[in-house]
């Protein structure tokens, strides 16, 4: 049984920064399939950045130039590194397979962007 256990969120100024952690217990094929959705209230879930086959990140366009994936295998952990936060950045943060998901959805962490 996979478990994604997401952490690092918080409330930030606009223009600040934060980096997430999403550490993965369990047996899968590789980390380098995880990637990072968000949902913003009221809103539906959106994907945020996804590994695509070549070894590269997709970033939704809104995100892009701003946000970073990242991944330590050794710790079976992927963080995105959140710059230049905005606060429509503002929502609840999970990791999961990307593009398609896979796993239960863990409870996610929480990111707060005051103007």
């Known amino acids: 049984q996979v478990q994604l256990v997401e952490s690092g969120g918080g409330l930030v100024q606009a223009g600040g920064s934060l980096r997430l952690s999403c550490a993965v217990s369990?047996?899968?094929?590789?980390?380098?399939?995880m990637g990072w959705y968000r949902q913003a209230p009221g809103k539906q879930r959106e994907l945020v950045a996804a590994p695509t086959s070549g070894g590269s990140t997709n970033y939704a366009d809104s995100v892009k130039g701003r946000f970073t994936i990242s991944r330590d295998n050794a710790k079976n952990t992927v963080y995105l590194q959140m710059n230049s936060l905005k606060p429509e950045d503002t929502a609840v943060y999970y990791c999961?397979?990307?593009?398609?998901?896979?796993?239960?959805w863990g409870q996610g962490t929480r990111v707060t962007v005051s103007s």
């Open positions: 999961n397979s990307a593009p398609t998901t896979w796993f239960r």
């Open positions: 369990g047996s899968i094929f590789s980390i380098n399939t």
